[in-house]
């Protein structure tokens, strides 16, 4: 399969402006109907796309796909010529499969994308990485869940940012909320019946697939890194065993869902899962199309901010010319980084290597609670690469990755 297709240029249809009512009864009278709207839309200036060269992306991507199939940003995309054809499967997946035939792959977190970038580096073809916007880890839970774990002295609400209202955002103690779990903890243990809810299960965070999906990967790293003292283990042998220690913590949850924001995000959320792991821009874009379609904010639904703090760094990685060009207009192109802030991203300031606070005004601005980030935090560091896979593989059971033909 190529991967740089392209649609060859068109040649133009040109139609002289007779007055515009004897130009309806003559084409009334004399064409076909499909060819009467394309002829009336050029002669009357609604045509919205030209006819010239378009190419084809063919992309794998994981949850960032949200960007690229939103129809303002696909609509930017084609006025600048590209089209993206989107194949969508986990992060982990994109790295150890096969990408031969793509221009570009969208894996949602570092790790994924450094494997990628190492295995062509060693096989002789280098690729050049872009990284438009950022988005949080973050654990989505329900009011009840997290006015409990504050009433057990497990998480704090966060300040709204003046904009008033129920706060939506907590900080939480990562070393107490695993302590709770470690300890086989329920919810009924620290009262969550105080707040209408009745429920025996236990108390943990429910993650995507941890061999699939970034999100679960990063969760695991966060887990290990508190549990270890807030370090990351150095080597092989030490990750195994804390890899086995950790198990319990993320496991006993249950058949991990393919998307937890879907779920966590659906009518049946609180029952399926109560605390779930995904990225801050998933839950935000939510808020801001409930305030758009309700005038006010979804404020049962609450975000759990890690004390211990890890921002993932999405990479798109380009494998070709065209996908280098979509890689810079997507980094560096003003209405796509307008864009990305309505749907809920971090977009990186595009003259240095930070992320904007245009997030935090555009949530203020439409009167929604903007999530505060301490500077006090203690930021989680992963494992290195061998290590977190090797300790993803035991916790999730893993198959061996592929081996890529010599």
């Given at each position: ?92 997946d994109i790295a150890n499969q096969d990408v031969e035939g793509y221009d570009v792959v969208f894996p949602s977190g570092q790790p994924a994308a450094d494997l990628i970038t190492k295995r062509r580096a060693e096989a002789g073809n280098p690729v ?89 990967g990063t969760y695991l790293g966060l887990v290990a890194f508190v549990r270890h003292g807030n370090d990351a283990p150095n080597g092989t042998r030490e990750a195994e065993a804390l890899a086995q220690e950790i198990k319990p913590l993320l496991v ?73 060009r979509l890689g810079q207009l997507v980094t560096k192109n003003p209405e796509l980084q307008v864009r990305a802030v309505e749907l809920g991203f971090r977009p990186r300031d595009a003259t240095a290597d930070e992320t904007s606070d245009q997030l ?47």
């Open positions: 399969m190529s991967a740089n297709r392209s649609v060859s240029e068109e040649p133009r249809l040109v139609v002289n402006r007779p007055e515009r009512s004897r130009l309806r009864r003559t084409l009334a009278l004399t064409l076909p109907v499909p060819v009467i709207g394309l002829v009336l839309l050029l002669a009357y200036g609604h045509l919205l796309m030209p006819l010239d060269r378009v190419v084809t992306i063919e992309a794998k991507m994981a949850s960032k796909r949200d960007f690229f199939e939103d129809p303002e940003v696909r609509r930017i995309l084609m006025e600048h010529g590209f089209r993206v054809h989107i194949t969508n499967m986990g992060s982990r050049l990485t872009y990284r438009p916007f950022v988005s949080p880890i973050v654990l989505g839970t329900y009011r009840a869940y997290a006015e409990t774990l504050k009433d057990a002295g497990v998480a704090e609400p966060q300040r709204n940012g003046g904009v008033g209202g129920k706060p939506l955002y907590y900080t939480l103690s990562m070393g107490k909320f695993l302590k709770l779990t470690a300890d086989g903890k329920r919810w009924k243990n620290i009262r969550i019946q105080d707040h209408g809810v009745e429920n025996g299960n236990k108390i943990l965070a429910q993650t995507s697939n941890i061999c699939q999906a970034n999100s679960g006993e949850q249950g058949l991990p869902a393919a998307e937890m924001a879907e779920t966590y995000l659906s009518p049946n959320g609180k029952s399926i899962s109560p605390i779930a792991v995904f990225y801050e821009h998933q839950y935000l874009a939510h808020q801001i199309r409930h305030q758009k379609a309700k005038g006010r904010p979804d404020t049962d639904r609450v975000l759990l901010y890690p004390d211990t703090r890890f921002v993932t760094e999405p990479q798109l990685v380009a494998l070709t010319k065209d996908g280098e935090a005004k555009y949530l203020t601005d439409r009167r929604i609670q903007a999530p505060v980030t301490s500077a006090d935090d203690t930021k989680a560091v992963l494992p290195s690469l061998p290590v977190l896979e090797r300790m993803i593989q035991i916790v999730g059971d893993c198959p061996e990755p592929r081996k890529d033909p010599k």
